[in-house]
T-cell receptor, first 116, second 109 residues
Framework: GAVVSQHPSRVICKSGTSVKIECRSLDFQATTMFWYRQFPKQSLMLMATSNEGSKATYEQGVEKDKFLINHASLTLSTLTVTSAHPEDSSFYIC????????????FGDGTRLSIL | KQEVTQIPAALSVPEGENLVLNCSFTDSAIYNLQWFRQDPGKGLTSLLLIQSSQREQTSGRLNASLDKSSGRSTLYIAASQPGDSATYLCAVRGNQFYFGTGTSLTVIP
């Protein structure tokens, strides 16, 4: 089946640090990747949708200058949390899919980000 | 805007019981519905995908149904096992993916 690898799995860093999270589709070419944020005991909140070779589409309320998304190839998308602060601490999950709306999403294992 | 709700929010059953998880959505204009399992601190594992034209899908002890016109889906788990303990999420795909609030399942040995 389709495998999505997300790294790192856990990050602990000081306030003001920028953190990059990678999302890779290992055995298929993902035309579309999604970035989600999940707060404790809550469901996933879509942050942005990224299509290979174009700018990401951000959901309302998500700061694009704060959460930089790059989708340079069909197998890699990155999310950079710039100048992270404690309120950015959360669980970030990526998923990959094809542009065809009938296709499923395949998820990475998530990244636990803790800002001290 | 699409809203996806899952009932119950939490469920605890003894091992061996059959159980049903419910998912409802407000906008029936969807491409598909997907059921996921999430273990604590982990990502999501896809369980079943039902296309909008389908009524149900089966995989092992899992059976998912879809009634698009009424905005409902159910996930049936037969002969539950302690290893089934996890949070179960449903998601519908319209213009984007919309996730439900999840059902936290505990299967007691």
């Amino acid at each position: 089946g389709a495998v999505v690898s997300q790294h790192p799995s856990r990050v602990i860093c000081k306030s003001g640090t920028s953190v990059k999270i990678e999302c890779r589709s290992l055995d298929f070419q993902a035309t579309t990747m999604f970035w989600y944020r999940q707060f404790p005991k809550q469901s996933l909140m879509l942050m942005a949708t990224s299509n290979e070779g174009s700018k990401a589409t951000y959901e309302q309320g998500v700061e694009k200058d704060k959460f930089l998304i790059n989708h340079a190839s069909l197998t890699l998308s990155t999310l950079t949390v710039t100048s992270a602060h404690p309120e950015d601490s959360s669980f970030y999950i990526c998923s990959a899919s094809w542009a065809d709306s009938n296709q499923p999403q395949h998820f990475g294992d998530g990244t636990r980000l803790s800002i001290l | 805007k699409q809203e996806v709700t899952q009932i119950p929010a939490a469920l605890s059953v003894p091992e061996g019981e059959n159980l049903v998880l419910n998912c409802s959505f407000t906008d029936s204009a969807i491409y598909n519905l997907q059921w996921f399992r999430q273990d604590p601190g982990k990502g999501l594992t896809s369980l079943l995908l039902i296309q909008s034209s389908q009524r149900e899908q089966t995989s092992g002890r899992l059976n998912a149904s879809l009634d698009k016109s009424s905005g409902r889906s159910t996930l049936y788990i037969a002969a539950s096992q302690p290893g089934d303990s996890a949070t179960y999420l449903c998601a519908v795909r319209g213009n984007q993916f919309y996730f439900g609030t999840g059902t936290s399942l505990t299967v007691i040995p």
